[in-house]
């Protein structure tokens, strides 16, 4: 493809220029920001400050707590990545299928990416609340487990993880979807010809030619897990208990905004700023490699 | 096509998406507070408010004339009461502003405590601070080194005699010698039980335990009976921990509980404090003690009927006699034994603080507004609705002629708990730098003792040196 030459020399730079001005405004700025508080200790106004070098670096990383929050960040991500995307992909392929009444399946598939996170926490908590919870009851009487997700880590976790990936289903679905149906019949009708079954034929065929798919989607779901639940947990579990569902957003947000301690916690965001980097430029080099662009 | 089109429509669906959050991201002052620019201006407010306090005024000139109302300061409240409480506060300031023309109180709901308190001070910064803000008892060392406050003792003209504050909550909010903030909802934690498990055990049920040896053995008869799966949750825990420090005549931390001058060193780790901790490890590998979270989860076992304990804070009183479906009884904290002094039971809850960019006129309100809120009346109808504590003597005194206690003894335990003990610098609880992070640290310490097993000693000294350290960073920052 040439590249395409616009006439007028200004004209690409306006038509670039509010993304421009957006990226600084909210990006740029407020991350020069981060790491120039991050590298003191701030009062809780804002209006004094002493300068303590790597102090609250080197303080994050040999505080237990942190650790913690750190393991159970890449424990819930983890989940959330791996299952979150095989339940949508599985999902996507049965959607995708000429069955009666599909599109209205498809259109209650999406439909959580619609709500906010405040909402899925809400719809969620109250549904698997242990006492009152719909959820919780049916479980409990049906197998015997006793799903607390106030007082039990574990089950706290799973519940947070289960949350997020049913917000996410929705968008998963819609490229999975849209990938899908991109895929070129003749290759599949090519697989047929050879006698290859519905199994072989997603394996061999329509799995590779849905890589780029899944790969954008496993990055958007990483940075997902690691950023934007945010909101799940505020109303949901609140980081409990004791630290079970501490995230990473989760710790930065209670020692910024709760304890105030505004040096701490921009390093903290400092911290997790090079971790999505490193966890996406990994990501990049190493699974882009076996992806398949047609 | 039919896939490109949708790609489109997608594309222009996450643009518009991004744009919406940019926009929430880029405005939250102007919406969350609208009013403070109109504040120096009075005519503007007169507006917006048609008018209550005019209709008071026996003049009618102002009505008509837009430069009367010149006198009519406007106050906002920033406050952390939710639900029915929201709807009460809101009522405190309608008959506030219908008996007091001129002034114009506007309470606004500023979300939870803590960021009621990080939503002042940061509006502080950006000139757009309300003129009172409500602040949780772990946010008055913060409050109070914030430079950003007139200290409400200052405020007083003479016609508030602090020692009308009922003693313990006066004495848990005074810093060097005098009141800095206006004390408005205070609480205290108490033990609830459950009366029809003592009568199905055969216990007594007008004899509560008294001390933790009590809540053993009757936890032990009780779950021996096969009516209850374990004894006792707690709310709170590490406000707990602070109540036995207290309740037992214990100083937490030096320079008097940080009351004479700022606390730099905590005994978490004392004598008492091991003590303590040993006991509720001890409770738990019992499978008495049942860890419960760390604020209100604890509830839920007691009130399931799973529990015959609970020990929690006295503002939980409501809604349990509400949602219980047994008879409860209240009781005195639990004490660890006869060695160590009666100290009393620590205040909780929130103070109202003024802030100094308000103006002379606006301070002078927000005075006449506390004293509203202090009157006697007010202080009644406020506890009778929410069950904090009315803070004033004459409402306590004007409750017990009434035979509202008589009527509701529940209410009246907490009450007898704060009266009955002992007014030493080490029972009127401690005030510490950077609160929120320290019970954070103690909160840690019960969770990896009583759920982990760790060494009751180990863990407190851990907790003690990360609680030090939390402290000289904060005196490290003070002017």
Not at chain 1, 177 to 206: H, I, M, N
Not at chain 2, 312 to 329: D, E, R, W
Request: proline share 6%.
């Amino acid at each position: 493809m040439s590249q395409t030459r616009f006439p007028n020399r200004i004209l690409p730079y306006l038509l670039l220029a509010p993304m421009v001005v957006i990226v600084i405004i909210f990006f740029l700025y407020p991350s020069a920001q981060s790491l120039y508080l991050s590298v003191f200790r701030v009062s809780p106004l804002g209006d004094r400050k002493i300068f303590v070098g790597l102090e609250n670096f080197t303080r994050l990383l040999s505080s237990k707590d942190y650790l913690n929050s750190l393991l159970v960040s890449v424990r819930f991500a983890g989940i959330v990545v791996l299952f979150g995307l095989s339940a949508s992909l599985v999902s996507a392929v049965i959607a995708n299928q000429r069955l009666r009444g599909f599109a209205v399946y498809r259109a209650l598939m999406i439909w959580p990416y619609a709500l906010s996170p405040a909402i899925a926490g809400l719809v969620w908590g109250l549904m698997m609340n242990p006492n009152f919870g719909l959820g919780a009851v049916l479980l409990k009487r049906f197998t015997g487990i006793e799903f607390n997700y106030l007082t039990n880590g574990t089950s706290a976790l799973l519940f947070l993880a289960l949350a997020a990936m049913w917000k996410m289903f929705g968008y998963n679905i819609v490229f999975f979807l849209a990938g899908l149906q991109g895929l070129p019949t003749e290759l599949l009708e090519a697989a047929s010809l050879d006698g290859a079954g519905a199994w072989t034929k997603f394996w061999r065929v329509t799995f590779p030619l849905l890589s780029p798919t899944t790969f954008f989607l496993f990055v958007m779901n990483t940075l997902y897990a690691f950023f934007e639940v945010f909101g799940l947990v505020h109303i949901t579990t609140g980081g409990g208990p004791g630290q079970a569902t501490n995230l990473l957003v989760f710790n930065l947000y209670k020692d910024g905004f709760i304890a105030m301690n505004v040096g701490y916690a921009s390093a903290q965001s400092i911290l997790l700023l090079i971790m999505v980097a490193t966890l996406t430029i990994l990501q990049f080099r190493y699974a882009g490699e076996k992806v398949h662009y047609q | 096509m039919k896939l490109r089109q949708f790609q489109i429509l997608f594309s222009l669906m996450l643009v518009f998406a991004m744009l919406l959050t940019a926009c929430a991201q880029a405005t939250p002052a102007p919406t969350e507070e609208p009013a403070p620019a109109t504040t120096e201006e009075p005519a503007p407010a007169a507006t917006e408010e048609p008018a209550p306090a005019a209709t008071e005024e026996p003049a009618p000139a102002a009505t008509e004339e837009p430069a009367a109302p010149a006198e009519t300061v406007e106050i906002t409240f920033w406050h952390a009461m939710s639900g029915s409480r929201e709807e009460i506060v809101n009522g405190i300031a309608e008959r506030f502003n219908a008996t007091h023309p001129g002034i114009v109180v506007k309470p606004e709901y500023t979300g939870s405590y803590a960021e009621t308190v990080t939503k002042g001070l940061a509006a502080y910064r950006t000139g757009t601070a309300p003129t009172i803000v409500q602040s949780y008892e772990v946010g008055t060392r913060t409050m109070y080194d914030s430079g950003a406050i007139v200290p409400v003792y200052t405020l007083n003209t003479g016609d508030v005699d602090w020692e009308e504050v009922v003693t313990p909550i006066r004495k848990y909010y005074t810093l060097e010698g005098n009141l800095p903030c206006m004390p408005f909802n205070s609480s205290t934690a108490m033990i609830y039980y459950n009366k029809d498990m003592f009568e199905a055990a055969g216990l007594d049920p007008n004899v509560p335990p008294t001390t933790w040896d009590d809540i053993e053995s009757m936890s032990k008869a009780i779950m021996d009976a096969g009516l209850a799966t374990g004894g006792l949750s707690m709310g709170w825990p590490a406000w707990i921990f602070e109540q036995m420090f207290a309740y037992h005549d214990q100083l937490l931390a030096n320079n008097d509980n940080g009351r004479s001058a700022i606390a730099s060193e905590v005994y978490l780790n004392s004598e008492f404090g091991v003590k303590m901790m040993t006991r509720w490890q001890e409770l738990a590998d019992d499978d008495i003690l049942v860890y419960g979270g760390r604020e209100y989860a604890a509830n839920d076992p007691f009130l399931a009927g799973q529990f015959p304990f609970l020990v929690q804070s006295t503002s939980s009183l409501g809604g349990i006699l509400k949602s219980a479906t047994f008879k409860v009884g209240t009781a005195f904290l639990p004490r660890l034994g006869d060695e160590y002094p009666q100290g009393n039971s620590v205040i909780g809850g929130a103070c109202l603080w003024v802030f100094d960019s308000a103006t002379p006129e606006q301070q002078a309100a927000a005075w006449e507004f506390f004293k509203f809120t202090f009157s006697t009346e007010e202080a009644i109808t406020w506890h009778k609705g929410t069950g904090y504590f009315p803070t004033s003597v004459s409402a306590y005194e004007q409750l017990k002629t009434e035979g509202w206690f008589e009527e509701e003894p529940n209410h009246a335990t907490a009450f007898n708990q704060i009266l009955g003990g002992a007014d030493t610098p080490a029972s009127n609880g401690v005030i510490l730098g950077d609160f929120v992070t320290i019970r954070d640290i103690v909160g840690a310490a019960i969770e990896e003792v009583v759920v982990n097993g760790m060494d009751p000693k180990e863990a407190l000294d851990k907790a003690t040196a990360d609680t030090n350290q939390v402290l000289a960073d904060y005196i490290s920052l003070l002017p």
